[in-house]
């Protein structure tokens, strides 16, 4: 039996450990925001937080998780969470929107990492998530956004 932490509630798991966490936390509990893209760790569109380190949910083990998870739920209960979020909305960042709850995870993190990133630190930062509709550029704005309101 595994117990796993996500968005400050306890769940136990008694499967496969090998199951990856993208399938446990949408199938099995219901929390569909994590999105699945490649499958293979490459789009970012799974993007969760583990211990606060942006983690891809598609290939990464029930059975090797050592920290709280957070995902796309609960991501705005955080101060810098809701600010990216915030911003993304003023931005108007998503058009499909498939990518957007990778992409807000993992410019979470790095706000969280470093508060007033330059525009080197975004692009090195946001590089694996990939968005279809390619708005790299309003991302990029929103994070900048996020990043001054928060001061």
């Not at 699945?36 to 029930?62: I, N």
């Not at 708005?135 to 990029?140: A, E, G, K, L, V």
Request: contains cysteine; negative net charge.
């Amino acid at each position: 039996m595994i117990t796993l932490k996500i968005n400050g509630k306890d769940y136990s798991f008694d499967g496969n450990p090998e199951m990856p966490l993208l399938w446990y936390l949408r199938d099995e509990i219901g929390l569909t925001g994590t999105k699945f893209g490649c499958g293979m760790a490459l789009c970012g569109a799974c993007t969760v937080h583990v211990d606060g380190v942006p983690a891809r949910a598609c290939v990464l083990p029930v059975g090797a998780i050592n920290g709280p998870i957070t995902t796309i739920e609960s991501v705005s209960e955080t101060p810098v969470g809701k600010a990216v979020q915030d911003a993304w909305t003023q931005v108007q960042v998503p058009q499909c929107g498939y990518c957007q709850s990778g992409q807000v995870m993992t410019a979470s993190a790095l706000l969280t990492q470093k508060p007033q990133p330059t525009d080197a630190d975004i692009d090195a930062a946001m590089s694996g998530n990939i968005c279809r509709c390619a708005t790299y550029n309003r991302i990029r704005q929103a994070i900048h956004d996020a990043a001054q309101e928060l001061g």
